[in-house]
């Protein structure tokens, strides 16, 4: 029902800077929550920022004043901004859509990988 495709994925280096674009097609019904997570190597995949319809937001600690969500809900799209980045940023990205409307139900795009340099 509802398909997200990444982009902008990459290597950067430690302080640069990264952003990332989802868009999502098909049954898109609000309210909803756009947002973007994340898994390294060896490690569990943990939510880095996500943003409701209704303007809410969240993001992980380790992020806070680094990374940026935004969306344009006119285009089904959310942007990551990241800045300052950090080895330990790196990790397989993952867009995430969850339709609150119809009891949370949610979908994963394919992921794009962020790797960055020391």
């Known amino acids: 029902q509802v398909q997200l495709v990444e982009s902008g994925g990459g290597l950067a280096q430690a302080g640069g800077s990264l952003r990332l674009a989802c868009v999502a097609s098909?049954?898109?019904?609000?309210?909803?929550?756009m947002g973007w997570y994340r898994q390294a190597p060896g490690k569990q995949r943990e939510l880095v920022a996500d943003m409701s319809s209704g303007g809410r937001t969240n993001y992980l600690d380790s992020v806070k004043g680094r990374f940026t969500i935004s969306r344009d809900n006119a285009k089904n799209t959310v942007y990551l901004q990241m800045n300052s980045l950090r080895p330990e940023d790196t990790a397989v990205y993952y867009c995430?859509?969850?339709?609150?409307?119809?009891?949370?139900?949610?979908?994963w795009g394919q992921g794009t990988q962020v790797t960055v340099s020391s």
């Open positions: 098909g049954r898109i019904f609000s309210p909803n929550s």
């Open positions: 995430r859509v969850v339709l609150t409307a119809i009891g949370n139900y949610g979908y």
